[in-house]
């Protein structure tokens, strides 16, 4: 086995631990693909990245419906959005390369977690508000923006999904970021779709990409239910400042 492959193997695991808490996972996971495999087109890349993520996302979201209460009418109506959305990405970014569109990143992830340090009770109660039909349509409009985004670039969309469940439908953060695997599971069906039927996906690293982002996804999904909204909250926070920096990073080299 090379060095590479165990790399992105590492990466995997430590991805699924990150995003089964707080999303986030595309921090360790990316990256660790386009420095192992600079040669490789970024929709190979991206479409196997999905599909690792895949794998964990679904393995977290079973064992968070086991303890955690959801609602399934706001959460579907999320995910079909998003699906949507991400088939749309995921088109597009068979067009265009994400490169452009990196500057943007940090700039949004700065107000969301500028937003989230301002307000210290936030996640912390879980107080459901902007249910009914005029909520699942809301659900659906929100999520599928993040969905266009994750289908065509995805960093930090499992953080934007949490914040936008926190935010705008009241959930404290253990019930948002259950909340959010289900519907970043259905963009990265919808972008792994895309990705396969164009051949844009390396099948054999992703699968074993997948078993050690499941593992690590069962790891971290069993803390928060453990622990809790504060220490996911605690996870976000770090998660998004890190993401900060990297995207950051990654923008300054695009300009110099």
């Known amino acids: 086995m090379t060095f590479e492959i165990l790399f992105v193997l590492a990466a995997a695991f430590g991805a699924g631990f990150i995003d089964a808490m707080a999303g986030g996972g595309g921090l360790l996971q990316l990256p660790a693909l386009f420095a192992a495999y600079p040669t490789a087109p970024h929709t190979a890349l991206l479409g196997t ?37 991400s088939l749309a990405g995921a088109w597009l970014a068979t067009l265009f390369s994400p490169e452009r569109f990196r500057t943007l990143v940090p700039a949004l992830l700065s107000l969301v977690l500028l937003y989230t340090l301002l307000h210290r009770d936030l996640g912390r109660e879980h107080r459901p508000r902007n249910r009914g039909r005029r909520g699942h349509w809301l659900a659906a409009a ?46 990265n069906v919808a972008a792994i779709i895309l990705f396969g039927l164009t051949g844009e996906l390396y099948w054999l690293l992703g699968l074993a990409m997948s078993a050690c982002n499941v593992v690590g996804a069962q790891f971290g999904s069993h803390l928060a239910i453990r622990k809790g909204s504060a220490l996911v909250r605690r996870v976000f926070l770090l998660v998004v400042g890190s993401l900060i920096a990297k995207t950051a990073w990654d923008a300054f080299r695009l300009h110099v």
Do not use: C, E, M, Q
């Open 49 to 85: 990245g999905k599909l690792a993520g895949l794998a964990g996302t679904s393995s977290a979201i079973a064992r968070f419906i086991r303890h955690v209460r959801l609602d399934w009418k706001l959460v579907l109506s999320a995910a079909g959005g998003a699906f949507v959305a």
């Open 142 to 187: 929100t999520a599928g923006g993040i969905g266009l985004y994750d289908g065509f670039f995805g960093p930090g969309t499992g953080s934007f999904l949490v914040f936008l469940f926190v935010r705008v439908f009241g959930l404290d953060f253990l019930h948002a970021s259950a909340s959010a695997k289900i519907v970043n599971a259905s963009t």
